[in-house]
């Protein structure tokens, strides 16, 4: 499939088909991550953000009972 560019304000946008977005179960609210190898964009689903922050909270508070009373002495 080639497409072309849509001019949207300032930018320009690529328009995706809906028979592609219903495969890849893409909606509207869908975060995409867009990246380049230098000669192609790659369009992928983003990481879930409320997992990401949920793993490094965890890690946060495991690293400040363990360590917090040595961080708050370096930090003075």
Same mark, same amino acid.
């Given at each position: 499939? /080639?497409?072309?560019?849509?001019?949207?304000?300032?930018?320009?946008?690529?328009?995706?088909?809906?028979?592609?977005?219903?495969?890849?179960?893409?909606?509207?609210?869908?975060?995409?991550?867009?990246?380049?190898?230098?000669q192609?964009?790659? /369009?992928?689903?983003?990481?879930?953000?409320?997992?990401?922050?949920?793993?490094?909270?965890?890690?946060?508070?495991?690293?400040?009972?363990?360590?917090?009373?040595?961080?708050?002495?370096?930090?003075?």
């Open positions: 499939m /080639i497409k072309t560019l849509a001019k949207h304000g300032n930018s320009l946008a690529l328009v995706i088909d809906r028979p592609i977005l219903d495969l890849l179960k893409i909606e509207a609210d869908t975060r995409l991550e867009v990246t380049t190898d230098g192609r964009l790659i /369009i992928s689903r983003a990481e879930d953000p409320p997992a990401r922050d949920a793993n490094f909270r965890a890690a946060l508070e495991k690293t400040n009972a363990r360590y917090g009373k040595a961080l708050k002495k370096l930090a003075e």
